[in-house]
């Protein structure tokens, strides 16, 4: 019934004949979801989405809790032709409203509990319908779903027709939305799903958000792919996680998962089920990967993605997997340093910018050909903006950010967008936004500010400030008052220095 629609035929041959195998254990209510009834509501959301005008190439806008029904119309967006955008729950309706003004969606769901803040937005968007999807599935997307009938026939969609659009922040402030094809999302799940030996035996434990690539593209599709099972956690929860580990064989996390399950004296005796523990969306410290290894006996596959690009490298699942780096190149991916400037090739062992080519690479940004035309090359090739060496046996070691990136608990901030909220409080000159070493979330956003002359401000005004304009995690842990930022003799603010003189402010 699937066969002209590339990503659903992929993601789905692995259940065909496995009607009652499990597909997901809701570990709230110990409800479970059987791969029958999981595809019999992606048809029915499908059916629904189609009945509201949904149109191949349609956007649906998703800004909604992490429930099984998310699961599903993501999947039935797919299955009705439509490209599918989920949107961080920490977003404001400010934030919301670029994102619905740039994608144009044929529908937008949201949080009931967030309906009357959104229903404007959506609005002025032009948004044809607006549904809802709380806590429990409470809201009207369900009952959507429930009036129609299963049996609905996937639209044909071709390898390079867009499957997802994800936005990812740029340097100047405007988000790009990165469109995802039907080819990047198989391929790359089908590579990962064969790379970290996946199988009908496997039970993931799934506590990442389904709003990014990480946990909804790698832990969904790879779990999908193989045809296993997932105890879905409606976020992280170390409780929970060593609750689960006895009956599962995986888990799927960022860095702050393992130096948080750490912590909990019942990790070894829990963990020893288990057969494989993946990290990514951040960087691993070798500290905690040493700590892993000793508490647990497994050493954790760290691995690298981005929004663009699926994921690139990883570290082996037989053979060494060396702490500090992101392992070797995926089959499929090709990799290579470059010379910022020149865009040369540079011999291993030296620095340079990271750039990837291969099915698992975006094809573009939405409404941004010169944007696109800037990051990515005529012959396929993605110029990823991170510095990276890659060593004489093909290890991948990322050692710095171009564009000043900052990575906290596994999510992006692009300090140009904090600071334009911050530069346009009442009394700011001027501010530097930065990211120093966390020991909970890898990296926190720290803001430097320099104030006008005479004018009152304080690390509490600016926090005060800046509170639902921005999303909970681009939100300063700290601001430091400066008379002035440091510059070089050209003018240009010196962030390298400013990460060196404020590194230990958040330690200890």
């Not at 990503?7 to 259940?15: D, F, G």
């Not at 391929?187 to 799903?193: A, I, V």
């Not at 050493?299 to 699942?317: D, F, K, Q």
Request: overall charge negative.
């Amino acid at each position: 019934m699937y066969d002209q629609n590339h990503l659903a035929h992929a993601i789905s041959r692995a259940s065909d004949g496995r009607h009652a195998a499990t597909f997901l254990t809701d570990m709230r209510d110990g409800r479970t979801i059987t791969y029958g009834d999981f595809w019999s509501n992606a048809e029915r959301m499908a059916a629904a989405l189609v009945a509201r005008g949904l149109a191949p190439g349609d956007r649906v806008a998703v800004q909604a809790p992490k429930e099984p029904a998310m699961l599903e119309l993501y999947v039935g967006t797919v299955l009705a032709g439509g490209v599918f955008l989920p949107l961080n729950t920490a977003y404001t309706p400010d934030e919301v409203a670029y994102f619905l003004g740039d994608a144009t969606p044929r529908v937008f769901v949201c949080d009931p509990a967030n309906l009357d803040a959104l229903a404007s937005v959506a609005a002025d968007a032009d948004v044809a319908h607006v549904m809802t999807l709380g806590e429990g599935e409470a809201g009207t997307l369900v009952p959507a779903r429930d009036a129609q009938e299963p049996g609905f026939r996937a639209v044909p969609r071709a390898a390079l027709d867009l499957a997802a659009i994800l936005y990812t922040s740029g340097t100047t402030g405007r988000s790009k939305g990165a469109m995802l094809t039907h080819r990047a999302l198989a391929s790359n799940s089908e590579t990962l799903r064969d790379y970290w030996r996946f199988t009908d035996k496997d039970v993931l434990i799934h506590a990442l958000p389904i709003f990014h690539t990480h946990g909804l593209f790698v832990a969904t599709n790879v779990t999908l792919m193989a045809g296993g099972a997932a105890i879905f956690l409606p976020g992280f929860d170390a409780d929970a996680i060593i609750r689960a580990m006895p009956r599962a064989t995986a888990l799927m996390g960022v860095p702050t998962f393992y130096t948080r399950l750490l912590q909990d004296d019942r990790l070894a005796d829990a963990a020893r089920n288990m057969r494989l523990f993946v990290s990514g969306s951040a960087p691993l410290l070798a500290e905690t990967h040493e700590r892993w290894r000793a508490v647990t006996g497994h050493a954790i596959l760290e691995r690298y993605g981005m929004t663009e690009t699926n994921m690139n490298t990883s570290n082996p699942y037989d053979g060494e997997r060396r702490a500090g780096t992101v392992g070797v190149p995926l089959p499929g991916v090709d990799v290579k340093v470059c010379d910022p400037e020149t865009g040369a090739e540079l011999p291993r062992g030296e620095i340079g910018v990271l750039e990837v080519r291969g099915d698992n690479v975006f094809a573009g940004y939405w409404q941004m050909p010169e944007k696109t035309a800037e990051e990515l090359r005529s012959d396929g090739w993605f110029i990823t903006g991170d510095l990276a060496v890659i060593d004489a046996d093909g290890y991948v070691t990322i050692v710095g950010r171009g564009k000043d990136l900052i990575i906290t608990g596994g999510f992006n901030v692009y300090p140009k967008e904090v600071e334009g909220v911050i530069d346009a409080l009442p009394g700011v000159l001027e501010s530097a936004v930065i990211g120093v070493p966390h020991p909970d979330f890898g990296e926190a956003v720290v803001a430097v500010v320099v104030a006008r002359a005479g004018a009152a401000i304080d690390e509490r005004v600016i926090l005060d400030g800046v509170s639902g304009r921005l999303a909970k995690f681009k939100q300063p842990k700290r601001v430091v008052m400066a008379e002035a930022l440091p510059r070089n003799t050209m003018g240009k603010v010196q962030k390298n220095i400013m990460r060196e003189t404020y590194a230990d402010l958040l330690q200890g």
